[in-house]
């Protein structure tokens, strides 16, 4: 069965910086979907980027980019020039590319404050 | 389209009632989802439906829980004799099949407390 692994209970920035949160996943397939989600207080969880595994190339949204590296099963975000609306949960999630699976492996989340 | 809905916003039963769940998703989402996030934990697969079929159910869905989703557009979970463990957010979400690699659109969810 698949993981997907947050280290980083908790992480900080101050607004206009830039900040990594990390995630790693267990997998013994090659073809799978990335994601991570936002998920502000009261307020429904929102993709944020994807990657196809598949792709080398990093996913780039805006002031969202990741990170994704297929040997070592990690697939980081980065967000710069954070902002005081970033704060949120933060989730990674793996999903299979095999049909049939249609599940998202979610991670604990880590919690991302932006301090004025 | 005003996305995924989900009534009610909130819930709380006393244990061993009956309570029921309510999930719009958006119309053209031929794909719904059903997951459970308690407090500090991720969101967890519950079961999903493509159109009326229910095709995949966790083991997390004991014979407490049904989910249907009866004309292919909105669905309802049904948690019976509701113990305390049950309390967590039941978040809904939707999908389009040929879409994938693209994520969900998620509900607001619908937090349950039992006392």
């Known amino acids: 069965a698949q993981t997907v692994t947050q280290s980083q209970p908790e992480m900080s920035v101050q607004e206009a910086e830039t900040v990594t949160l990390s995630c790693t996943y267990d997998t013994s397939e090659s073809d799978y979907y990335l994601f991570w989600y936002k998920q502000p207080p009261s307020r429904q969880m929102i993709l944020v980027i994807r990657?196809?595994?598949?792709?080398?190339q990093n996913a780039t949204e805006n002031r969202f980019s990741v990170n994704f590296q297929k040997a070592a099963k990690s697939f980081s975000l980065k967000i710069s020039d954070s902002q005081l609306g970033d704060a949120a949960m933060y989730f990674c999630?793996?999903?299979?590319?095999?049909?049939?699976?249609?599940?998202?492996?979610f991670g604990k989340g880590t919690k991302l404050t932006v301090n004025p | 389209d005003t996305g995924v809905s989900q009534d009610p916003r909130h819930k709380i039963t006393k244990r061993g009632q009956n309570v029921t769940f309510r999930c719009d998703p958006i119309s053209e989402h031929n794909r719904l989802y059903w997951y459970r996030q308690t407090l500090g934990q991720g969101p967890e697969f519950l079961t999903y439906f493509q159109n009326e079929a229910q095709l995949e159910k966790s083991r997390l869905l004991s014979d407490r829980f049904s989910a249907e989703r009866p004309k292919g557009s909105f669905s309802t979970l049904e948690i019976q004799r509701t113990e305390q463990g049950d309390s967590a957010m039941y978040l809904c979400?939707?999908?389009?099949?040929?879409?994938?690699?693209?994520?969900?659109?998620f509900g607001s969810g619908t937090r349950l407390t039992v006392v």
């Open positions: 979400a939707s999908s389009l099949y040929l879409d994938r690699g693209y994520g969900y659109t």
């Open positions: 999630a793996y999903r299979s590319a095999k049909g049939g699976s249609e599940k998202l492996v």
């Open positions: 990657q196809e595994a598949y792709k080398q």
